[in-house]
């Protein structure tokens, strides 16, 4: 079943209600493309597992806080792995180095929260904006979005000063949402 097909609404109000079935369908939805990302996140397996089981516990202990208004249930269930994952990050959890080009890649690569939870064609609007982004721009906010990476530790990475790094990223974030609201 794709992701369009499948009612998060429904399944997470099923399981405020305590409907194992619901959370079984849940799981057997979306634990690949969570493990996906937080692999993508942490570039471990072992530390991603763990996140993603952490995950799944908060989703069936807290899904009567879902709250439809505020977004979709697909991106409520992906923002919980995300601040696992980043949580992990934070916590001193190291981080397999990957080649700093699969950041660049990682759009298109690896199911994000965010860009599961917008339209198609918002998704290609992004795509699309991230790409107009001139890298120095683009390069560091893909490190604090989708790495999790503190503006210390991407200066540290990208050998450039931290306030240097700040302008960059707020300039890019601005950039962006001029962009998506064109």
């Not at 996906?36 to 952490?54: F, P, Q, T, V, Y």
């Not at 439809?68 to 249930?73: A, I, M, T, Y």
């Not at 790094?165 to 890019?172: E, H, L, S, T």
Request: a positive charge; charged letters at 25%.
């Amino acid at each position: 079943m794709t992701a369009s097909d499948f009612d998060y609404e429904s399944t997470l109000q099923a399981c405020a209600r305590g409907d194992e079935r619901a959370f079984q369908a849940l799981y057997r939805q979306e634990a690949g493309p969570m493990l996906g990302l937080a692999i993508s996140m942490l570039g471990r397996r072992d530390i991603a597992e763990d996140c993603l089981h952490d995950a799944f516990v908060r989703i069936w202990q807290h899904a009567a806080r879902y709250q439809r208004e505020l977004g979709s249930g697909r991106a409520w269930v992906h923002s919980i792995l995300r601040y696992r994952v980043l949580n992990a990050l934070r916590s001193g959890v190291r981080h397999v180095d990957v080649d700093d080009d699969f950041i660049e890649r990682v759009l298109d690569e690896t199911p994000q929260a965010e860009a599961q939870a917008l339209q198609q064609s918002q998704q290609r609007l992004l795509r699309h904006c991230l790409q107009r982004l001139e890298r120095p721009r683009r390069h560091p906010i893909l490190l604090a979005f989708y790495r999790g990476l503190t503006h210390e530790q991407i200066a540290s990475r990208l050998s450039t000063p931290l306030g240097t790094i700040k302008g960059r990223i707020r300039a890019g974030l601005r950039a962006l949402q001029e962009c998506l609201q064109a």
